[in-house]
Every structure is written in C-alpha cells, then in structure tokens.
C-alpha cells in the first residue's frame, strides 16, 4: 500500500515500521492458522500434582533461593477498565424500567450493604442528593444510586480500572486490589526485605494509581518491614495493531487517517521484557483475596516457584556441561529424557542425530525463557487451558491456548477442549536469565503465527481489529513451561460487580 506523509509521520510517532503494517494486512487476508493438538493436559499428562511432603520442598528451595539475594519482581497487569464488570448495572440504568427486575439487579441491591465501597457510595449520594443510599432506595431511586456508583460526579466506578476499585472490607479501611497486590509480594515475592511491583496501567489512570500507592505505602510497608520499590509501565504505541476494512484495506477514519487500536494484553511481552529481575511473578490485577483467606495463595505461589527454581538449577547444570564440551553419549540421552520427562518436550528423531548435531539442537532447546504455570481443576470458567501442542518444528510442548486457537469444526480438538480437566487461571512465575546470567529478549520467544483477528465498529462501521499473540499463548509459546496443579482456592476473579458478593471476597 502507498502511504500518505501523514500516515508516515504517524508511523514514526508510534514506531511502527512500514514494513509491519504490511505484516499486518496480510495477516487479515490470510488469518491465522489453528495449532494442531495432540492432547489435553491433565495430571497423568504433563501437569505436575505435588504431594504435601514435595510441596513443603519446594517452598524451601524457593525461600534458600530469596535468601540467596535473586531479583525477584510482582508484575500485575492493571490497565483494564471495569467498565464489563459493571455491564448489568449500565444496563439497568439505561432500562425503561426503575426497579430492580433481573436476578442480577435484585442481588446487587439485595447485597449493597455488603459491598466494599458502600460507604464511599453513601458519602457521594448524601454529596449530591443530600441523603444516603438507603433513603434513596426506600424512595424507588435505585438509578440514583446506580448513578452515583458508575458516574463522573459519583465513584465513576463506570470508567476507572479494576485496580482502583475498593475490592474488600477490612476493620478499619477498605482495600483495592492494588493494595491487595502490595500485601501479596510482601508475602512471597519478597527478597532480602525489598519487593518490586510493576503495574502496567493506562495513560489516563496512572496519576490516580499514582496517588493510591504513595497513599497506602507507608502503612503497608511498615506492616510487613518491607521496603516497596513500585514502577508502573504503559501499553506501548509500537504495539498498537492497525484496524482493517471487511475487505482487508486500512481503515480510515472520517478525516482520512489510519486507526490504530492497542494489541491486547500480548503487547505485554514488551514491557515484560524491560523489567530486570531474575524471577517475574505474573498474575491478574483482579484475583485477590482478603487477608484472611491468603495463606492458600501464598503457599501456593511457593510452590511453584519453588519448581521454577529446582527446574532452572537443573537447566543451567546441562547447558554448563554442554557449554564445556565434556560430555558423553549418556549425559546427552539424560538430557533428553530430561526435555522429554520434566519440560515435557518431545522432539521425533533425535535418535537419529549425530552427538555433534544433538549437542546444539539441545542446547538450544534448553536455553530459553522457563515458565511454571499454576492450573486449577476446571470448573466451566471461561477462558485458555493446558495443552500439549504441536510447534512449528515438529515438537511438541505445554501450551496455554484459547478457544480462538482451536479448530471449532473438528470434533477431536473440541472434545479435548471441552473435556480438558484444567483451566488456566494465568498464574505465572517465569525465568527470564540465561544460564550466563544475561536477559533473554523476550519478544525473540513469541510465535507471531498466534495472533487473532476480532470484528468491531467504529462511527457505526464495522472493522477488523487485531489481537498480538497473548502474553501467557502465542507471546510464551517458545518458552521452556511447566504446568503445577493449583487449588481452586487461589483462583477468585472479579468478573462482575456481584461476584464482590461472593464469600471468597467477603471481609473479616
């Protein structure tokens, strides 16, 4: 395609090459192609299920290798708005009736004294309408009260982050999942007295997470003794993805210029990449728990770093004798059986490889990024599970995939999905240091063939929008992974403003 000066200049203000926009438009022409299975993951199948006696070892190795003095960093995607957690109640607003009428909108005003921000939502109803929440009800004004939740005068609950939005009710505060978050790395991704924690946010919020974390820091930190370095990192614009017309053009908007949109949460990868620690734990910004209900989480999170750093020792033990070149024959068939029998990575006819060429083949092989993923039992949760997947050469390895990634029409691969015994609940403890000790530049371990194209509207147009390959998919898929069953415990999203109502989210 021809670009105009101003798409030019465009380009160059978001760094975005000519060349990958072209990438792009051809990746709207041609899609992108479904991963080929071969199994679902389950315990008798590539997920690790440790006993009681192996998890306490690996909470050890875990807490031997904090003393050791390693970087370690909490990275918690927070950007998103809850704008979806609050789709029911923007409905209800915008309804043409004013009382509640679905099962959704009675539970919510059946259960308002107990959400976390109650107070807040009653202090700014008595600022605007000059009496509380429950004087409004009695007078049928259930849209006030909604109003004032979702609304710019009100909380503007409607338009912040999840991040921001007060989750849990405690004796003497009520806590967003920042703070939530804060608690969490004190508890185990700590070192040495010192956690880092890394939200990625949005431009338009970052002085607001800003103030929250200035705010709260003090209290928290002498709390736990702990001494909190806090950085917060954007979307970058060279993610941005261009929007394409139905027949696979760039999409203009009415004054001619090209429309860009953010790359999903796989543009992730690259702020990923920028931070400097040597352990990156990696969890969503709306799983949390109140205090009371943390040491599952806590353990939990021990383990399976504990397993990431039993499995890195190993790794680096390998690449050191193949880097020395004082090997025999029997240490490269244990090296395999180790890709095969622990990273659970099986590659057809190294049998057939000469010492020589298996030596670098296997090196290969073993020096890259190292990621645990904790699974939970599947409980008919949407979204990604484990499975073990075909990779461009051949082998096959433990992926995270999404419903997107699969074949709907052929009915093998949607039994596997359908039936899979695990779900992803994206808990991630990655190992980004190579066996030297030098960074491994992420994005060099993305496979750009999982991407996925979503249809949207602009201005009452329809358009194709294109997703980069997810941070825990496509963006990790040449990663060295390992899958630790996790209980469902650890798992308690926020999917919607109700689910707040749920005993795992209840206060003391």
């Not at 009415?254 to 931070?275: V, Y």
Request: hydrophobic fraction near 35%; charge should be negative; glycine fraction near 8%.
């Amino acid at each position: 395609m021809s670009f105009t000066k101003e798409d030019q200049e465009l380009l160059q203000k978001k760094g975005i090459s000519e060349c990958q926009i072209e990438e792009q438009l051809r990746n709207f022409e041609q899609g992108f192609p479904f991963l080929k299975l071969k199994a679902a993951a389950s315990v008798d199948n590539g997920i690790i299920a440790p006993s009681d006696e192996e998890a306490e070892k690996y909470i050890k190795i875990w807490n031997d290798y904090k003393a050791e003095g390693h970087s370690i960093i909490k990275f918690v995607p927070a950007s998103g708005a809850a704008s979806r957690m609050f789709k029911n109640m923007f409905e209800f607003l915008n309804a043409d009736y004013d009382v509640p009428s679905t099962d959704f909108e009675k539970t919510f005003f059946a259960g308002i004294h107990n959400f976390a921000f109650f107070d807040a939502l009653n202090d700014a109803c008595f600022l605007n309408e000059g009496e509380g929440v429950d004087a409004l009800i009695e007078e049928g004004e259930y849209k006030t009260v909604v109003a004032n939740m979702l609304g710019e005068e009100g909380l503007n609950y409607g338009q912040l982050p999840k991040g921001l939005l007060q989750f849990h009710s405690y004796e003497d505060c009520a806590r967003t999942p920042v703070e939530e978050h804060l608690v969490e790395a004190a508890l185990y991704a700590s070192s040495q007295g010192k956690a880092d924690v890394h939200f990625t946010v949005s431009s338009e919020h970052r002085q607001l997470f800003r103030e929250l974390t200035d705010r709260v820091l003090p209290d928290v930190s002498s709390r736990y003794n702990i001494e909190y370095n806090v950085s917060m990192s954007e979307q970058k614009p060279s993610t941005d993805t261009i929007a394409a017309n139905m027949d696979n053009t760039p999409f203009r908007t009415e004054d001619g210029k090209l429309l860009f949109r953010p790359g999903g949460h796989g543009a992730l990868i690259e702020n990923l990449n920028d931070l400097k620690g040597d352990v990156v734990f990696v969890k969503n910004i709306d799983n949390v728990v109140p205090d009371r209900l943390k040491a599952d989480t806590v353990r939990w999170k021990q383990v399976i770093a504990g397993v990431l750093v039993d499995v890195q020792k190993q790794t680096f033990a390998y690449l050191d004798l193949l880097e020395s070149g004082k090997f025999t024959h029997d240490d490269l068939e244990e090296i395999i059986r180790f890709l095969r029998h622990t990273l659970n990575t099986d590659v057809p006819g190294l049998k057939d490889m000469e010492d020589a060429e298996l030596h670098v083949f296997l090196k290969n092989k073993l020096n890259r990024p190292i990621r645990v993923c904790g699974v939970v039992k599947n409980v008919g949760e949407p979204g990604g599970g484990p499975f073990l997947a075909y990779n461009p050469d051949g082998s096959v390895s433990l992926q995270i995939l999404e419903s997107s990634q699969i074949d709907q029409n052929n009915p093998e691969y949607m039994k596997m999905f359908t039936q899979g015994t695990h779900f992803n609940p994206v808990d991630l403890v990655c190992a980004v240091r190579d066996y030297k000790g030098d960074k491994f530049n992420l994005p060099d371990y993305v496979d750009p063939a999982t991407g996925f194209i979503s249809y949207k509207s602009k201005g009452g147009r329809e358009l194709k929008a294109l997703e980069l390959p997810g941070l825990w998919n496509g963006a990790m898929s040449n990663w060295n992974t390992l899958m630790v069953e996790v209980p469902l415990s650890t798992f308690n999203p926020v999917k919607t403003v109700n689910d707040l109502l749920r005993p795992q989210h209840q206060g003391v």
